[in-house]
Every structure is written in C-alpha cells, then in structure tokens.
C-alpha cells in the first residue's frame, strides 16, 4: 500500500468513512504515525503475531518503547476491531 493510499484510509477512518485496524496494519504503515520507526512497527506486529489480535489501542502499553504519545496517536487512526 502506498502513501497516498494509507492518507486516504486514515482520511476516512478520521471522517467516519472507513476503518484502518491496528490489527491488519503493515509495519510500513505503522511507521506513518509519528513516533513509530523501523523497530517500533517490527515490536508491534510481532505482539500482534504472539499474543493475537489487539482488543484495544491501549494494549500498545505492553510493548517496550511505546508511551502514551504514541498511543494517544495510535488512537486517532486506528480501531483495534
């Protein structure tokens, strides 16, 4: 997916039009949010991997690295569905 492509999703999703779920999202388009890099989205998918599907955003606090910033920004564009 490219650039354009995950801004017209989380486009949506911020106008109530379509959803971008934490739990089908790449690393690379994790590595969009501010404050997400290369080892961050990797710690991420591999939470995702081992402990399943996301039930909330807030679950985020269980992997090393990520503070509340993040997670409040994590928040604002995606669902944990």
Not at 3 to 19: A, F, H, M, P, W
Not at 20 to 41: F, M, P, Q, Y
């Amino acid at each position: 997916m490219g650039v354009l492509e995950l801004n017209d999703k989380l486009r949506e999703y911020i106008e109530g039009k379509g959803s971008a779920d934490l739990n089908t999202v790449s690393a690379e388009e994790l590595r969009k949010v501010k404050g997400i890099g290369k080892k961050t989205s990797e710690r991420i998918i591999s939470y995702r991997e081992e402990e399943g599907p996301f039930k909330e955003i807030e679950d985020l606090k269980e992997i090393p690295g990520i503070g509340k910033a993040v997670i409040d920004r994590v928040n604002q564009l995606f669902i944990a569905n």
